[in-house]
């Protein structure tokens, strides 16, 4: 008696009298057509774009997180009237801006896409170069595709001393 070894493969002739082994049969493991591919293909795929998903989120909630921004002291004397002083607040470009009305802090990030907008003295305004937005002087939205006006910090000045988020 013959002992069997493992799955036997039959041969088929096929068109023109060509020979091809025939898959093995009964319960073999294994990819068994090109739908049983492309199914396993997608499926790695989208396992793939959901553990992209889930990292993006929980990194997304740990940036959220962070502690809030250190205050931020400017010497008044260091800003002439009618002058600004730029400065750095919670890692985010702000403009410190002194004029005869009292003192405006703002922050220069557009709240269209975060862009970082820049300060015109001439014209007393603020542009956005990524998509045309334009700001007044009081950081109200006056062009362009921005959906609120820009951030007002808040600060207190106390002597000579101008303290940015304390």
């Known amino acids: 008696m013959e002992e069997e070894t493992g799955p036997i493969e039959k041969e088929e002739e096929g068109a023109g009298g060509a020979l091809y082994a025939s898959p093995p049969a009964g319960d073999a493991r294994g990819i068994k057509s090109r739908r049983q591919f492309l199914g396993l293909g997608l499926g790695v795929l989208a396992m793939s774009v959901a553990g992209e998903t889930v990292w993006v989120m929980l990194k997304g909630l ?90 007002r910090l808040s600060f207190k000045q106390t002597g000579d001393k101008i303290i940015v988020g304390g």
């Open 62 to 151: 740990e940036a959220g997180a962070k502690a809030p921004p250190q205050p931020v002291e400017v010497q008044v004397g260091d800003i002439p009237e009618g002058g600004t002083k730029d400065i750095a607040y919670g890692g985010d470009a702000a403009l410190v801006m002194k004029s005869k009305d009292g003192v405006q802090v703002f922050s220069l990030v557009c709240t269209h896409l975060g862009c970082i907008v820049k300060w015109h003295p001439e014209d007393e305004s603020f542009s956005c170069p990524c998509h045309a937005a334009s700001f007044d002087k009081t950081g109200r939205v006056t062009g362009g595709p921005p959906p609120a006006p820009l951030e």
